[in-house]
């Protein structure tokens, strides 16, 4: 079990170069260190102008998300010890601009965000005197799965439709939609389907599956983004033949 | 790689570096590979809808026209694209099937189907009509 | 041109989200800057895992959940703060869930609570065990809904902007470009959560350096109970991830290396083979972390190559109700531990987990320092005392978010005549900040300490010195070592000289404000010369009410060093007793 392990980290530093560079780092490799144990202890014991994110360390925020070995990956929960003897390549997320070293720009994905109306849509707000609004366990497990994104953006990373067209809403805007429009609460299916059925919408993709492999939390955006084009079609085939129907 | 050059820096304004998609994306990854082969696969499966209409058009209009039409299906160009077709349709259909439980959500008497099920059943339905097809053409 | 909000939110984190849409909604003309460091969703609400209480069920009342509140925080709550907890607490996470917020429900459709530590009846609003992950995306994307929310995502609060008595807006960094800019407000929330990472065991984020405590430290407001730091009970070992309190609530055990259920010793009451709420590991976390350091003294723990454990055991629960109700820890054990909690035991030790102190405000978030607000974590009310239960917090930073929110937009819609544009005083500010940034960070050369040395040994003295428990003498050594590394951190090395996404600053920034911190904890521990709640003086173990029952109150003079006074407590109708679990 060797003990130290080699990091090949990209670099960019827009300041003083057009491009990337790659630089090594050997770090200790203990087998409960993961990636990102790694990368702090370049920052903080071998060369302090490494720039990346981080915060929780525990799967849940999202912000660490990295390409380690060409595979998009949390670094807060990919381990060295399963990269031995390695090298270890880490680079930015792939399909984002890269601002530094091994942060990439995700205006982009929060604009998307937005314009999927991510809030519960209602024609009446029920007053708080009346309680909550029931909602079975059951009723529950429809939309629960689609609704435990960290927005890590590894999904946008493997998918090559968003790699390709940039304009592409990509996995996690879709799945988030679909969280809402299947919560027994959430009225506004209608509008977000106007949304998302434009060309760059559902219909940009073709199902290569891989956004759901690497998703850390099992949402299974390939999974949402499926059954959201079956029910927009139905939608569409609906309108078509009851002009004035069931809307 | 490297590009040893000044950048074009504009204080308080880094320019972000966007990395293009190379023309051969797809061979990068075996999923995209897979993908782009299943994508392609599509044209066989058209391929095979035009082989059966030529077929049906050859029965139509008698027997020597039908001798004919199997005569150039046993030519070797014929014969090679129709075997290259079929491991393609197989694929298609392994790949489609793999895939649906991802696509569709089933409930019977309001519990989910696994999506095990939902495959094999898919499989299963493809062998039954396999089989009676089969029976159909070389039975009787 | 700098950019001119009425109100300016720092953190957008589940407070700051909160009164910023407590804001938008109490005036929609008045526009609102939510200035945060990381983008909202990575705020560290988002780790919370157990849940947030809410008196709900009709067998529970507000008095009984105020009680075990002000009991839990060993009598040192503002009773009419805990009065307002209660009572508003029900309706904002009613709120939320018409928000969409997922919480878990019982068969027949209706909210579904849970046990917690230290309640008496079951009050627990839980989705799941992410409740805080929920909440904060609930919250979030609810704020999307606001066009009058304008966010600054990724932009570095560096100092707060006082003139004439009242605060004019903040100076922040914009991570992206390494601009320097002043963003002008009427009104200043501080939502930037506690400083768990001034202690090397901590489940909080590398986010958590209590950079809002400090700038209003250093503005002049003081801080409030400093010396109030929670362990929480479960933590893993190496990584100090958080084994929610919900584990034992489910029915967990704590036991020490011969398989005893250990807090049967501890005054806690008699092991049961089902949770006993107020009892044994539904006890409060001050009680249960203090007991964990008997047990090391007593050589009854469990060693491992990452120190000292016991070991928390889930296995007679069975799969189910893991898979059912706490499904994350199964997760977070496997990974992380490489153990599954069904079939094997977890190891835990108490690891900072809260600040129970903060900026001094009252009921509605306000500090005295005018335009000055403080909401959450970063904010000491103080509804929880010398120690907080668990599930308090969630509904903390919903109520004085909301409180802060609309005491801050009736202030600043109020103001509103009073300013045409920052005074010269102001600018001069800026100007200075923006210097000083440029020339100790950027510009600077040389430097023999190491960013990374410093924080060690930050983190290593107030773990030995203020953790658990205190003595005098440990505290007025880590008072003097901390003076020194402030001294120190004056000639600390920078090697990133860039402007682009410049971590490097950012972590220096962060080490300066927790430095500050780190002294206001020290400093109040030091003058507090009792036991109570999670301050534990082995020089005084006694609870003194007489010459006690106050909240510390720390000033920066202008020296840097540290003014202590104290201001009584609020009583209303729970007058101090003694505090009671497992009877």
Same mark, same amino acid.
């Given at each position: 079990?060797?003990?130290?392990?080699?990091?090949?980290?990209?670099?960019?530093?827009?300041?003083?170069?057009?491009?990337?560079?790659?630089?090594?780092?050997?770090?200790?490799?203990?087998?409960?260190?993961?990636?990102?144990?790694?990368?702090?202890?370049?920052?903080?014991?071998?060369?302090?102008?490494? &720039?990346?994110?981080?915060?929780?360390?525990?799967?849940?925020?999202? &912000?660490?998300?990295?390409?380690?070995?060409?595979?998009?990956?949390?670094?807060?929960?990919?381990?060295?010890?399963?990269?031995?003897?390695?090298?270890?390549?880490?680079?930015?997320?792939?399909?984002?601009?890269?601002?530094?070293?091994?942060?990439?720009?995700?205006?982009?994905?929060?604009?998307?965000?937005?314009?999927?109306?991510?809030?519960?849509?209602?024609?009446?707000?029920?007053?708080?005197?009346?309680?909550?609004?029931?909602?079975?366990?059951?009723?529950?497990?429809?939309?629960?799965?689609?609704?435990?994104?960290?927005?890590?953006?590894?999904?946008?990373?493997?998918?090559?439709?968003?790699?390709?067209?940039?304009?592409?809403?990509?996995?996690?805007?879709?799945?988030?939609?679909?969280?809402?429009?299947?919560?027994?609460?959430?009225?506004?299916?209608?509008?977000?389907?106007?949304?998302?059925?434009?060309?760059?919408?559902?219909?940009?993709?073709?199902?290569?599956?891989?956004? &759901?492999?690497?998703?850390?939390?099992?949402?299974?955006?390939?999974?949402?983004?499926?059954?959201?084009?079956?029910?927009?079609?139905?939608? &569409?085939?609906?309108?078509?033949?009851?002009?004035?129907?069931?809307? | 790689?490297?590009?040893?050059?000044?950048?074009?820096?504009?204080?308080?304004?880094?320019?972000?570096?966007?990395?293009?998609?190379?023309?051969?994306?797809?061979?990068?990854?075996?999923?995209?590979?897979?993908?782009?082969?299943?994508?392609?696969?599509?044209?066989?499966?058209?391929?095979?809808?035009?082989?059966?209409?030529?077929?049906?058009?050859?029965?139509?209009?008698?027997?020597?026209?039908?001798?004919?039409?199997?005569?150039?299906?046993?030519?070797?160009?014929?014969?090679?694209?129709?075997?290259?077709?079929?491991?393609?349709?197989?694929?298609?259909?392994?790949?489609?099937?793999?895939?649906?439980?991802?696509?569709?959500?089933?409930?019977?008497?309001?519990?989910?189907?696994?999506?095990?099920?939902?495959?094999?059943?898919?499989?299963?339905?493809?062998?039954?009509?396999?089989?009676?097809?089969?029976?159909?053409?070389?039975?009787? | 041109?700098?950019?001119?909000?009425?109100?300016?939110?720092?953190?957008?984190?589940?407070?700051?989200?909160?009164?910023?849409?407590?804001?938008?909604?109490?005036?929609?003309?008045?526009?609102?800057?939510?200035?945060?460091?990381?983008?909202?969703?990575?705020?560290?609400?988002?780790?919370?895992?157990?849940?947030?209480?809410?008196?709900?069920?009709?067998?529970?009342?507000?008095?009984?959940?105020?009680?075990?509140?002000?009991?839990?925080?060993?009598?040192?709550?503002?009773?009419?703060?805990?009065?307002?907890?209660?009572?508003?607490?029900?309706?904002?996470?009613? $709120?939320?869930?018409?928000?969409?917020?997922?919480?878990?429900?019982?068969?027949?459709?209706?909210?579904?609570?849970?046990?917690?530590?230290?309640?008496?009846?079951?009050?627990?609003?839980?989705?799941?065990?992410?409740?805080?992950?929920?909440?904060?995306?609930?919250?979030?994307?609810?704020?999307?809904?606001?066009?009058?929310?304008?966010?600054?995502?990724?932009?570095?609060?560096?100092?707060?902007?006082?003139?004439?008595?009242?605060?004019?807006?903040?100076?922040?960094?914009?991570?992206?470009?390494?601009?320097?800019?002043?963003?002008?407000?009427?009104?200043?929330?501080?939502?930037?959560?506690?400083?768990?990472?001034?202690?090397?065991?901590?489940?909080?984020?590398?986010?958590?350096?209590?950079?809002?405590?400090?700038?209003?430290?250093?503005?002049?407001?003081?801080?409030?109970?400093?010396?109030?730091?929670?362990?929480?009970?479960?933590?893993?070992?190496?990584?100090?991830?958080?084994?929610?309190?919900?584990?034992?609530?489910?029915?967990?055990?704590?036991?020490?290396?011969?398989?005893?259920?250990?807090?049967?010793?501890?005054?806690?009451?008699?092991?049961?083979?089902?949770?006993?709420?107020?009892?044994?590991?539904?006890?409060?976390?001050?009680?249960?972390?203090?007991?964990?350091?008997?047990?090391?003294?007593?050589?009854?723990?469990?060693?491992?190559?990452?120190?000292?454990?016991?070991?928390?055991?889930?296995?007679?629960?069975?799969?189910?109700?893991?898979?059912?109700?706490?499904?994350?820890?199964?997760?977070?054990?496997?990974?992380?531990?490489?153990?599954?909690?069904?079939?094997?035991?977890?190891?835990?030790?108490?690891?900072?987990?809260?600040?129970?102190?903060?900026?001094?405000?009252?009921?509605?978030?306000?500090?005295?320092?005018?335009?000055?607000?403080?909401?959450?974590?970063?904010?000491?009310?103080?509804?929880?005392?010398?120690?907080?239960?668990?599930?308090?917090?969630?509904?903390?930073?919903?109520?004085?978010?909301?409180?802060?929110?609309?005491?801050?937009?009736?202030?600043?819609?109020?103001?509103?005549?009073?300013?045409?544009?920052?005074?010269?005083?102001?600018?001069?500010?800026?100007?200075?900040?923006?210097?000083?940034?440029?020339?100790?960070?950027?510009?600077?050369?040389?430097?023999?300490?190491?960013?990374?040395?410093?924080?060690?040994?930050?983190?290593?003295?107030?773990?030995?010195?203020?953790?658990?428990?205190?003595?005098?003498?440990?505290?007025?050594?880590?008072?003097?070592?901390?003076?020194?590394?402030?001294?120190?951190?004056?000639?600390? $090395?920078?090697?990133?000289?860039?402007?682009?996404?410049?971590?490097?600053?950012?972590?220096?920034?962060?080490?300066?404000?927790?430095?500050?911190?780190?002294?206001?904890?020290?400093?109040?521990?030091?003058? $507090?010369?009792?036991?109570?709640?999670?301050?534990?003086?082995?020089?005084?173990?006694?609870?003194?009410?007489?010459?006690?029952?106050?909240?510390?109150?720390?000033?920066?003079?202008?020296?840097?060093?540290?003014?202590?006074?104290?201001?009584?407590?609020?009583?209303?109708?729970?007058?101090?007793?003694?505090?009671?679990?497992?009877?």
């Amino acid at each position: 079990m060797a003990d130290r392990i080699t990091l090949q980290v990209a670099r960019y530093r827009p300041e003083e170069e057009a491009g990337v560079t790659y630089q090594e780092y050997e770090v200790p490799c203990p087998k409960d260190w993961v990636v990102l144990d790694g990368l702090n202890f370049v920052k903080d014991q071998l060369d302090g102008t490494l &720039s990346y994110r981080w915060s929780c360390r525990m799967g849940i925020c999202g &912000s660490c998300g990295m390409t380690v070995n060409g595979e998009p990956k949390l670094t807060c929960a990919t381990f060295l010890a399963d990269y031995a003897p390695g090298p270890v390549r880490v680079e930015p997320l792939r399909n984002f601009p890269v601002i530094r070293d091994l942060v990439v720009e995700i205006g982009d994905f929060m604009r998307k965000l937005t314009r999927v109306k991510p809030w519960v849509i209602r024609a009446e707000e029920k007053p708080l005197s009346e309680g909550e609004y029931r909602q079975t366990p059951e009723e529950m497990d429809e939309y629960k799965q689609f609704s435990m994104c960290i927005n890590c953006m590894l999904c946008y990373a493997a998918c090559p439709i968003y790699g390709l067209d940039p304009k592409f809403i990509g996995p996690a805007a879709i799945a988030l939609a679909q969280r809402y429009n299947l919560d027994t609460r959430d009225e506004g299916a209608p509008e977000r389907l106007e949304i998302l059925s434009e060309h760059e919408g559902i219909w940009g993709c073709t199902f290569v599956g891989d956004c &759901s492999v690497v998703c850390p939390k099992n949402v299974d955006p390939a999974g949402a983004i499926q059954r959201y084009k079956l029910s927009a079609a139905l939608e &569409s085939l609906k309108s078509f033949v009851m002009p004035r129907g069931s809307r | 790689m490297s590009e040893r050059l000044p950048p074009a820096y504009t204080e308080y304004h880094p320019r972000w570096l966007r990395p293009r998609m190379s023309t051969y994306w797809w061979l990068h990854r075996r999923s995209y590979l897979t993908f782009v082969l299943r994508e392609l696969s599509s044209i066989f499966v058209a391929w095979f809808v035009v082989y059966i209409l030529l077929l049906v058009r050859a029965v139509s209009r008698g027997e020597a026209s039908y001798q004919q039409f199997l005569a150039w299906s046993r030519s070797p160009l014929v014969l090679l694209l129709n075997l290259v077709g079929l491991l393609f349709v197989v694929f298609h259909a392994v790949t489609w099937f793999n895939l649906a439980p991802q696509a569709m959500v089933v409930r019977v008497l309001g519990r989910r189907v696994p999506g095990r099920w939902i495959t094999a059943s898919n499989y299963l339905a493809w062998a039954l009509v396999s089989a009676l097809t089969a029976r159909l053409l070389l039975g009787g | 041109m700098t950019p001119r909000h009425d109100v300016l939110l720092v953190g957008g984190g589940g407070a700051g989200l909160r009164a910023a849409i407590a804001v938008a909604e109490t005036d929609p003309r008045l526009s609102i800057a939510v200035v945060s460091k990381v983008y909202p969703m990575r705020s560290h609400t988002v780790s919370a895992e157990g849940g947030a209480a809410g008196v709900i069920r009709d067998d529970d009342s507000l008095d009984e959940h105020a009680y075990d509140t002000i009991s839990g925080g060993d009598w040192l709550c503002d009773q009419d703060a805990v009065e307002a907890l209660v009572r508003e607490a029900p309706q904002e996470l009613l $709120r939320l869930e018409h928000w969409g917020c997922p919480w878990s429900r019982e068969p027949d459709g209706r909210i579904a609570v849970r046990p917690f530590g230290g309640m008496k009846q079951m009050r627990t609003w839980f989705a799941a065990d992410k409740t805080g992950f929920h909440m904060l995306h609930t919250l979030f994307q609810t704020s999307l809904k606001y066009t009058s929310v304008v966010r600054y995502d990724e932009w570095f609060v560096t100092k707060l902007l006082v003139d004439d008595g009242r605060v004019h807006g903040v100076v922040a960094i914009e991570l992206m470009s390494g601009k320097v800019e002043a963003i002008e407000a009427r009104a200043v929330i501080l939502c930037t959560g506690g400083c768990g990472r001034v202690f090397p065991f901590t489940t909080n984020a590398n986010i958590k350096n209590g950079d809002g405590m400090a700038l209003a430290y250093r503005a002049g407001a003081p801080l409030k109970d400093m010396e109030f730091v929670q362990y929480h009970p479960t933590g893993l070992p190496f990584t100090g991830i958080l084994i929610t309190e919900a584990a034992r609530a489910e029915g967990g055990y704590l036991i020490n290396k011969d398989g005893y259920r250990y807090l049967q010793d501890y005054n806690l009451g008699k092991p049961e083979p089902r949770p006993v709420l107020r009892s044994m590991e539904l006890g409060p976390r001050d009680r249960l972390s203090q007991a964990f350091v008997k047990e090391v003294e007593k050589g009854r723990t469990i060693a491992t190559p990452h120190g000292q454990v016991v070991h928390l055991d889930l296995r007679h629960l069975g799969a189910k109700v893991i898979n059912a109700k706490i499904p994350f820890v199964r997760e977070l054990c496997l990974k992380y531990q490489n153990l599954d909690p069904v079939r094997d035991l977890i190891p835990v030790r108490p690891v900072v987990h809260y600040m129970m102190g903060g900026v001094h405000t009252d009921m509605d978030g306000a500090t005295p320092l005018a335009g000055l607000y403080a909401a959450g974590e970063a904010a000491c009310v103080s509804i929880n005392g010398a120690n907080r239960l668990g599930s308090n917090s969630l509904p903390e930073l919903l109520v004085f978010g909301a409180r802060a929110g609309r005491a801050a937009a009736t202030y600043a819609a109020g103001s509103a005549a009073d300013r045409v544009g920052a005074s010269p005083a102001v600018l001069a500010q800026v100007r200075d900040e923006q210097r000083q940034l440029a020339n100790e960070f950027r510009h600077k050369t040389g430097g023999r300490e190491r960013l990374a040395t410093l924080r060690e040994e930050m983190q290593k003295t107030m773990e030995e010195s203020a953790g658990i428990y205190r003595s005098g003498d440990s505290l007025a050594w880590a008072a003097d070592r901390l003076r020194e590394l402030q001294a120190r951190f004056a000639d600390v $090395r920078i090697e990133d000289q860039s402007r682009t996404f410049n971590t490097e600053r950012v972590a220096a920034l962060e080490l300066s404000f927790m430095l500050d911190v780190a002294e206001g904890i020290v400093n109040s521990a030091l003058r $507090r010369e009792e036991s109570r709640g999670a301050h534990q003086r082995t020089d005084f173990p006694a609870r003194d009410d007489q010459r006690f029952l106050a909240h510390s109150l720390v000033w920066r003079n202008a020296d840097g060093s540290c003014r202590v006074d104290y201001l009584p407590v609020t009583i209303t109708r729970w007058p101090p007793g003694e505090r009671v679990y497992g009877r």
